[in-house]
Structure formats: structure tokens, C-alpha cells
């Protein structure tokens, strides 16, 4: 119970309450807590007494003063009558905006636009003030059986290894809402992968899987916190599609959201672990499944005022929904960002996307045999077979067509290109490919990176110029089309000439010089 005040303090209080004075000047004065002062302010809107006084009786009064130098022994030195809060005149207008859910800084910034010159802090203190008259109790939530599980963690028993070290595990504790069933793990990290594999042997620990998971936002479960729409990691997401259960994060800084958890935690510590030491994390957890079938399991809940192993396997048991047909598969996934040359890393191996995702950040998925690859809307854009450290997976269409090099298509491909140049550059390509062999396929390219200066007719006439000469270096063209030089001229040759002699003249005289040297 309570202490009680002196009639007299009592007294004091009242009467400094009906002449207007606040709660906080009254507790200095009086030298009392300002919670006392609250307190015996709502008993007196109620019409209680709590000084113990004979109903009708007057108050005692204790003189006051607001000169201390005049003041009588015994009174209490005031100032004078406390000015009504300068926003009463605008309470209405400050509740309107309260029921809109605006903070007392926009509110403030609200009536200074129409005109309000008092300060911040009296909007603030004004805004405190309405909200504890109007504060409601907290509403109960009950679940119906199989409806709704809550998790959270909690710190565990100090783990002794053989060297002498201490570490302090996690412990993991999942309560099923209707029944207060549970089921606690210690893990070393809390991280997605030892999340979801906790969640997984609670599940199969269970026999079933409730229909919601309530959850704070760590954040192994939650990239983004949102009470209206939370970002929910990806993995986290195919796990409850596996099960067939949702997540639904608090609101964040609201632990209250999962109070039958938090109540859960704290229990396992008190009594499962306080005051112990494991020899290994495998020790700890074979202690908390004992414990949890020998103490917890059988105790009368307070609150259900029912036996948790009773009321599990008779109400809620057959209300969770079936396991699938096996567990979740494990994975490991994690963001990445496309590099410059189309690729993203995992497990030290590079996979290729295709060309317009560079520089962006997609999740990669590495499983035992494929990796997948998705987009930040979690929609499948390629997968490979796993590639061995090291090694690069890159599928020909993730390559864009203007960085397929001419001499990765081939001849055949280059000398069709060529051929749209004219029939000329086409017989000297032919020509010259036929001269200098495979080197020739990288001339060809030069030959067409030629179009982006000089026009085709000068091309074609340079080509048919060098092909006539047997000139097949790509600079015997260029020189060409720089000189404009002509083709070369064929002569016939010429049997009959003034100045030549006939055949019969040239045999006689070989013939009288073999007869000479006989």
C-alpha cells in the first residue's frame, strides 16, 4: 500500500490545485514527488480523499503569502495566481491536430503560421499534458489455436570450451500465442542462415507450423523496418512460402507488440539458466529441450491458467498447419553489384547477366549445383551451372553484338560484311585472304572501319586498283584512296616490229654458231 501523506501536505495540495498552480511547482514547494502530486490530483477529479479527513470536514488551510518578507511563520511563500496556458485558447484546434497524429513541433509550427506567438516548449507541455488525461489501457490480444507464434532472443548460458574461454550464445525461443507451448535453441550468431534453420527445428520440434510468425525487426529477418510495409530479407521470404506461414514485424521500439515472448525469454533465463555453465552449445541444448519437457511443458500457466502440455496437444497440435514434405533447402544468397565486364561474384566464381543490368545490384543465389540470379524484385533473370573458383560461367547471348569481335564471327562473317561494300572490296578480300591467311580476317575489319570516312565508291575503286597491282595491305589502300592513282595499263605484246627482227633470222644465226664450234 501506498504511504500516505500528512493531512496538512495533503491539504497544501489541494488547495494549491484549485488556485491553479502546476504539478511541478507544487512538488518543489512541497518537497514531494511530482508523480504524488499527479496522483492525489486524480483522486481529487474522482472525489476521493485520500488524506483520511471526515467527509464535509473543511480542508485545513495554511496561510500563504506572495511577499516572503511579509510572510507569517509557517506559510508557504507563493507568487502570485499562475496565467492559464497560452494554447487554451487554441485546445480544439491542438486536439484536431493530435487526432491527426502530429507531432507538437508541426503543431506549433501550425499556429505560429496563423499567428501564435507563445514558444515551442509551451505548445510541448501542453501537448503532454493533454495526452496523459487522455491516456487509454492497453488492449489484450488472445489467439485462437494454431493463429500466431511469437519469437525473439534472449542471452544465454555461458558456454566453458576446454580452454578455459567463456562465450555467451543466443538463445532462441519461439511460444505458441494460444497455449504457451515453446521451444528454445542457443545459437552463436544471429544471423538469416542460423535464424531460419532455429525457426526449422521449432517447427518439426512442434509437429507443425503456425499460420503468422510475430517478430522484432532484426535483422537477420527485416532489411527495412516498417510497421505499415517491412522490407523482409528475400531468403526470409521463400522460407515462410516454403511453410506456408507470414511475418509480421512490431512496430519498431514497441516490445510490447510480442509481450507473450518477452515474458517467454525472460522465464528461460530465470529458470532454465541462471546460474549455469555448458560444456559445449550441443550441452545447452540438450538441457533446454529437458527442461522444456520436464518443467515448462508441465507447470500451470498463469495467465491460461491451464497445463501448457495439455492444452498443446489436445486444443492446439491438430490447429497448426502440416509440414511440407521436406525442409527448406539451404542456400546462401547475398547482394551483388554487376561488374564493368557483365559479371557478378559468388563463392569466388563469375557469372555473367545480361548487358543492361551493369552496375546495378542484383541477389545471387548459390545452391549445391545451380546458381540464380535475381533482380531487386526477387524476378529470376538468368542462373548457371556452379562454376569452380576461379572460373567464369558467360552465356553467349549475355554478350551485346557491338563487343562480338569480327575475328571472334569468323571469315565467312567479315567477308559477307565486306561484299556490302561493293563486288570490288569483296574480290580484293577474297584476294588477300587468300595471300596472308588467318591474319587477313583482322584486315577485313579495317577495311570496314574505312566506311566511317571515306564513302564506298572511293573504297571500290581503291580495291579494284590494288587488286590489279597485287597489293593486299590494308595501307596500299589507304594510299590509294589518298593519291586517287590510277590503274595500271596492260601492253599486248608485240610479234612484229621495225626494229625487231623475225624469228627465221634469229634460227639461222643460232644454228651457223653451233656449225662453228663443231
Partial sequence: MANRLKMAVADSIYTLLERGYSH???????????????????????????????????????????????????????PGPVQPSACEPYRAVILAKLEQGLTAQRIWQDLATDGFTAKYHSVRRYVQKLNRASLLPFRRMECAPGAEAQV???????????????????????ILSHSRKAYSEVVWRQTTE???????????HLGGVPRTLVIDNLKAAVSRADWYDPDLNPKIRDFCRHYGTVILPTKPRTPRHKGKVEGGVKYVQSNALKGKTFESLAAENHYLLEWERTVADTRIHGTTQKQVKKCFEEVERPALLPLPAMRFPSFQEGQRIVSRDGHV????????????????????????????????????????????????????????????????????????????????????????????????????????????????????KACEIAHSHGAYRLRDVRTVIDRQAGKQDEFAFAEEHEIIRSLSEYQALVHSAFQENL
Fill in 194 to 204: 542460423d535464424f531460419i534453420r532455429a525457426l526449422e527445428n521449432a517447427f518439426w
Fill in 24 to 78: 511541478r511547482w507544487i512538488a518543489r514547494t512541497l518537497k514531494i514527488d511530482r508523480a504524488t502530486v499527479r496522483r492525489y490530483a486524480d483522486l481529487a477529479r474522482q472525489g476521493s480523499n485520500p488524506a483520511g479527513a471526515p467527509p464535509g470536514s473543511p480542508p485545513e488551510q495554511i496561510p500563504f503569502s506572495s511577499n516572503p518578507a511579509t510572510a507569517p511563520p509557517g506559510s508557504l511563500s507563493v
Fill in 345 to 460: 561474384e559468388m563463392a569466388k566464381a563469375y557469372y555473367s547477366v545480361p548487358p543492361e543490368y551493369l552496375g546495378r545490384t542484383l541477389w545471387v543465389r548459390l545452391e549445391s549445383r545451380l546458381v540464380r540470379i535475381f533482380d531487386d524484385r526477387m524476378r529470376q533473370v538468368t542462373e548457371h551451372v556452379r562454376a569452380e573458383p576461379g572460373r567464369f560461367s558467360t552465356h553467349p547471348q549475355h554478350i551485346s553484338s557491338r563487343k562480338i569481335s569480327g575475328v571472334e564471327r569468323g571469315s565467312a562473317w567479315m567477308l559477307n560484311k565486306v561484299s556490302l561494300i561493293g563486288p570490288q572490296s569483296a574480290r580484293w578480300g577474297e584476294a588477300m585472304l587468300a595471300h596472308r591467311g588467318i591474319e587477313g580476317v583482322r584486315v577485313l575489319q579495317g577495311l570496314m572501319s574505312m566506311t566511317h570516312r571515306h564513302p564506298a565508291a572511293s573504297i571500290e
Fill in 152 to 174: 525473439d532472443f534472449g542471452q544465454g548460458a555461458p558456454v566453458v570450451e576446454p580452454d578455459g574461454r567463456r562465450r555467451r550464445p543466443h538463445a532462441f525461443r519461439i
